[in-house]
DNA sequence: TTGTTACTTGACAATAAATGTCAAATATAG
DNA sequence: CTATATTTGACATTTATTGTCAAGTAACAA
């Protein structure tokens, strides 16, 4: 079980390419990058699509193990973190089958 | 399929109790309250307890909804939403068993 | 109408969280 | 030792979240 910057590093690294050259092309600094790869910081969206292309990775992949790690950790500790999930998923079949649900 | 603000609301009226009077044993302003029930703001943790004891309710069915609104809603507008929980889920399950992962 | 009660709304300040920037510190390799 | 790559932490800035308050609406009774 891979986390996102775990994704990221290894890709990187795989293809040979220093934080600053992969920094430089999503136009941030490469302490935030170096951070974001040790999870210690979360990547924007835009950071997202930009490293995924540059580390040739798919995108839309990425985002889910982007929006699932934030959502692991948010939850975590919660001992009732499987209903949490059960309940969330009714939820969003809710939400999506009715339209403005307000 | 209730929000949290409507199973708050329901159950005070149920109870037939004011937002003047819940407020108060929450120790919060009603005009928050008010905006929790009409999930224009968030509760926190201490909050949702105070009003789990005076509506009644359960604490961790409460917490529940609440966490899981809380995910619904960051996630439903992306179109791999059930992608999302399945991983989510897996890594929860590995975050779980696996102490300081670091 | 007028007054009362319950609730809502929005502006505002205070607090906290996320973000970006930078330079110094620490590796790691030659 | 030198040079290059990465990490770390302090700091300022921006953005969200939170609480407070007063004025606003709505429903109803007198």
Redesign the pocket.
Known sequence: METIGQILRNKRQNLGL???QVSAYVD?????L??I??NE??P?KEMLEKLAEILKLDKDELLIQFISDKIAYEIVDEDCASKVLKVAEKKIKYLKSNPIPN
Chains 1, 2 share one sequence.
């Open positions: 220093l934080l600053r941030i600094d490469q302490a935030i170096s951070k790869e040790r910081r979360k924007t």
